[in-house]
Every structure is written in C-alpha cells, then in structure tokens.
C-alpha cells in the first residue's frame, strides 16, 4: 500500500491502518522514515504516559485499569507494551499480554506489544516511533510501559510527558528502584499489590529516599500512590495524579521545554543510528575481512583495528563527495 | 607520568602503576587509548571470568571467595566490579564492595570498582580496557563482575573466556534471569544461598529451561552448581567447573575463535564510539542551535532534523580533506 494513502487513513475508527502503520515502523526501515516523516504534523495532540518498574510489579494491569479509567471519560487510549526479550534467541515472552485481551475489544482501545529482538538501542527509537503513530492517529492518551530493567528501558519511558514508577511492598524494591535509576525518572510512584504485608514500610523507605533527595521546595515533589490494581484500588488516584502532574507542568511553563528536551535526546539519537548504520553498510568496510587480515600481528590493538576502519570510512565519504 | 614508563612498570608487583593505569584508561580519554595501544602485545596472557546475575544473588561474595581459592593455587586474580549506577546521579551505591575489602589486602589480589557514571555504552568499552591492563600486568586470572540487568552488563561479562550467572532460590528468579538474557550467556550457573528453602526447585525449573534450550548433544550444557558462598561452599566446585570449561574450549579449538569473536565485537563498539564522538565534537554541529532554529516549523520531523545534522557532519568531513 501507498505510505500517503495509509497515513491518510490514520484514525481510531480504523486499527487495521494503525496496526499496518506500526509495523512498518517496526520491521520496514526503507518506508518508516517516509511515513514518520508524513505524519510528524499531525503529532503533539496526546498525552504521554510512560509505566515503568521492575518485573512482576504489575505494570500490565495498571496499564489495564488506567486504561478503563480513561474509557470512562470518553478518552481514546494507545497502548504500546515494550516486551523484554532476551538480544539472542529473538521470543518475546508473553504471559503480561495476555491479561490486557478484556481492554483489547474495546474499540477506543489500541495495543500494541513490541519486541526487543536484537538491538536494544533501535528499540527506543521504535517504540517512540510507534507513539507517534498513535498520536497521528488521534488517541488522546498513549501509554507506554516497559520493564524498568535497563537504560533503554528508561529511555523509552522518559519520552513520554508523565512517567509512573511502580514497586511493590517487598523490601529493597525501593533501593532496588534506586540501583536502576528508577528514582530520578518517575513524577510518582505506585506502590501496588498494598494490601500485602510490609506496604507501609515500603512507603516510608520511598519517601525518606525521596526526601533525601529533594531539597528545593518550589520542584516537584513525587507523591506515592497506595493502590491494588487488580481490585481497581488506587487507580482513580492514579489518574488524578496524572492530572495534577500534568497541570504543574502547565502551569509552570515546562510543559512545551519538557517536550522539546525530549525532542533533543531523541533527535541525537536518530542521527547516531543512521550514521552507525551507514558505517556498516558501506560495503568497503568488511570488519571480519579487515580483521582477518590484521590479527595475527601482535601490535594492532583493537584501538588501532577500529582506527583503520574509521580511516576507511571517512575516505568512502570524501569519495562520494 | 610518561605512559610509555607507565606500561613498562605494570606488574602484579607494583598495585600503584595498576591502579593509575586503570585511572587513566577510566577518566583519561586522551591518554588512554595511546596507553592500550602500548600495552596490547603483553595482552592474552590471563583467563577471563565473568559473573553476573540478578541484584542481591551474592556475586560479590562469590567473586571474593573464588579469588581466595585461586590465591591458595598461587595465582594471582585481578578483579574488575561494575557498580551500576544511576545514569542521573552519577554516584555510585557501595556496599557490596565493602565486603571485599579482607582480599584486597592480600598483595597479589588487585580490584578495582567501576561506576556507571553516566555513558553505559561506553562503560562496557572501559571495563574491558581495565581487564587488558590487568592482563598486561600480569594477573593469571581476571575475574569481572556486574550485575545482570541491562544490555550493556551483557557486553562486559560476554567479553570473558567463562561466564557465570548467580542466581538465587527464590521463585521466578530463573525466568527473569531468562527475561534479561541471562540464560544465553551462562556457560554455567550457580544457585547462592541454596541453603534456602525452594532451592532444589529452583534447580530443576533451571534444568528444564536448560534442557529446552539445548538439543544438540554435542554442544556444551551449562551445569548448575550449588553453593552458599558466605560458608564457602560450592567454591571449589565452581572453580572446577571453569576449569572443565576451559578444556572444553581448547578440546574444540574454541578457545581463540570464541576471542577472535570477541574481539571484532570489540573493535565495532570502538569504532561505532569513535565516529559518534566525532560528530558531537564537530564544532559546527550544535544540536541544540540546529533544534532551535528548525523547532518551530512543523514539517521539521525528529528525522528531517536529523538529516539535516547529518548532512552538516558529512560535509565537515568532506571539507577537512
């Protein structure tokens, strides 16, 4: 199908375009670029809600009742569920998924579960990309939520406009959450599956963290949510706190700086991509053959390997001039 | 301090020129890479080991007491720790290297702690840059430790002739060790702290995804060996097993293919650090000045700006001709 025409067809009345749309996003680079770059304008109308915590916290059915929240007020609701996948066998792990089918009927609902399959770093730049799609769209409310295991992880989840943290009440998650700097990413925190012992402990580590780390009265401070997401418990809180995080971006102009740091981050990292890939696709450098040819002589380090190939490299380009 | 001096005093004699060594390749950009190259034909020497595994699997009490039992064969062990820290803060949580300070005293057991500090990409690049200085000062055995989280902790331990993963009793630790790819890259596993309850579980529920995963007959199997660390138990078992694993290397010509393997993964990181590097120097690449003068027109996608910078650094190259 024509790349206009699918944009064109872009809406929440239509899944089957959305659904086309992302997957060329994520498994098609020679047309994704043409269709992100058609959709950009129509970009910037949702809001971005980025759901992070290490495994078994419960992000899945948070996303879930949110999500049914949102439906209640009439909103649209994009959902993109980053799966990690081990970089070497390639399967995506389901499992969290299949909890989500109840929302996926809905027909303002949109789901979509990525893979990492491989590259871990072109994930981020996928999973945003999808975003975009959504947002095109017209959903009003785009939900992505990843493992908070890595750094990519964290980045995909700091695109978005308000970023959620969920722990449970099991001790050292919270320094755990602070060892993957889950601390310094999150504008609140869920405290979910609360009604298992230890949940206030784990409150109160959070917030003597939290304390320790904000001096400044005027910033914001992260507020902890008590909730129990299976049982709907604690998720109309949730939403509220969205809004109320949302509304001091507001009115504390960050709304639009947020967006355009982010924009920043993510337009570096477009350009190191395109350029790593142009590096390996230019067929006069063959690393294994340069390689080869260099290993056996004990004075080529790998610094001076990798100097030869940049040499290489930069001569294809002044070549093409 | 001349580099050149510098190299020429490495040895397991002397854990001062180590320890600057390690400084320099750590802190040091333009220093360090003419002090890797001068070292490179005194590396290859030591065996690598890696250990990782989830937080709180006792790796760092593992590392300690399999540096003891190789100290009681009179090799010496170099010992590089990974802290993961958060990319926001910049500072590292100590604690687990406390516990290592009763081998550090002992004069042929060097170990350094390296942070996060930021750049992850390039802390995998800097951890194998120590190990090579460790190896060229002579160490017989370099063990290298981090935590099991992130892809970039993947790289480090992967750059090892043997890796090992930790893991702990507990339920569900086995697939999420499979969730962050820990499975793929274990040439054997321990189970800490198998003094628990749910430890023979945890052993079979490996066992079955290992023998899942394994269908060749011919191919190593990864083993599961027990220990509880703190009581030195398992240590010797687990200081065979490397060995069984290092003749099973070398039976199947292994040994330098799997380095070679290692190596050209090494030169493309460098290589990919050095470009991107060069692009964020180029004086007339300033992404926040090109964002702001695009931002505000709405055809500007994230990839047309990033086309348009990419532009600018190919013509800077071409230029400097």
Same mark, same amino acid.
């Given at each position: 199908?024509?790349?206009?025409t699918?944009?064109?067809?872009l ?6 375009s959305?659904?086309r ?5 994520e498994?098609?680079?020679s047309r ?7 959709i ?5 109308r949702? #809001?971005?809600?980025? !759901?992070t915590g290490?495994? /078994?916290? $419960?992000? @899945?059915?948070?996303?879930n009742?949110? %999500?049914k929240n949102?439906?209640?007020k009439?909103l ?5 569920a ?7 066998t ?7 998924r299949?909890?989500?089918?109840d929302?996926?009927r809905?027909?303002?609902i949109?789901i ?9 770093g ?5 999973a945003?990309?999808a ?7 017209? #959903?009003d409310i785009? !939900?992505?939520?990843?493992? /908070?295991? $890595?750094? @990519? ?5 700091? %695109? ?14 919270a ?10 990413i999150?504008?609140f925190?869920?405290?979910n599956?609360?009604?298992?012992p ?15 780390r904000n001096h400044d009265e005027?910033?914001?401070m992260?507020?902890?949510i ?5 049982e709907?418990k604690?998720i ?5 706190e969205i ?5 001091y971006?507001?009115a504390?102009e960050?709304f639009?700086?947020?967006r355009?740091?982010?924009?920043n981050?993510?337009v570096?990292e ?11 696709n230019?067929?006069?450098i063959?690393?294994?053959?340069i390689?080869?040819e ?9 610094y001076?390997?990798?100097?030869n190939?940049?040499h ?10």
């Amino acid at each position: 199908m024509n790349i206009l025409t699918l944009t064109e067809e872009l809406s929440t009345e239509n899944k089957k375009s959305t659904a086309r749309a992302i997957t060329i996003v994520e498994s098609d680079p020679s047309r994704s670029e043409e269709l992100l770059k058609l959709i950009h304008k129509k970009n910037g109308r949702a #809001y971005r809600i980025g !759901i992070t915590g290490p495994p /078994g916290a $419960g992000k @899945s059915t948070v996303t879930n009742q949110l %999500a049914k929240n949102y439906r209640s007020k009439n909103l649209s609701v994009g959902i993109i569920a980053v799966d990690p996948t081990s970089p070497y066998t390639g399967g995506a792990l389901l499992g969290d998924r299949v909890r989500m089918s109840d929302i996926g009927r809905d027909p303002k609902i949109f789901i979509r579960s990525m893979a990492t399959r491989g590259s871990l770093g072109g994930l981020s730049t996928k999973a945003i990309d999808a975003a975009d799609v959504l947002d095109a769209a017209g #959903y009003d409310i785009i !939900i992505i939520e990843t493992v /908070g295991v $890595g750094q @990519s992880e964290l980045e995909i989840v700091q %695109a978005a406009d308000t970023t959620i943290v969920i722990l449970v009440p099991e001790s050292g998650d919270a320094v755990q959450a602070m060892k993957a700097g889950l601390m310094e990413i999150a504008d609140f925190f869920v405290v979910n599956k609360s009604d298992r012992p230890g949940a206030d402990q784990a409150m109160n580590a959070l917030r003597t963290i939290l304390m320790m780390r904000n001096h400044d009265e005027k910033s914001w401070m992260p507020n902890i949510i008590k909730a129990v997401a299976t049982e709907d418990k604690g998720i109309i809180e949730i939403a509220n706190e969205i809004e109320r995080h949302k509304d001091y971006l507001i009115a504390n102009e960050l709304f639009s700086s947020n967006r355009k740091m982010k924009l920043n981050r993510r337009v570096k990292e477009i350009v190191e991509n395109k350029l790593i890939e142009q590096l390996w696709n230019h067929s006069n450098i063959n690393l294994s053959q340069i390689l080869l040819e260099n290993n056996f002589s004990e004075n080529n380090s790998p610094y001076n390997l990798a100097d030869n190939i940049l040499h290489k490299f930069i001569a294809h380009l002044n070549q093409r001039k």
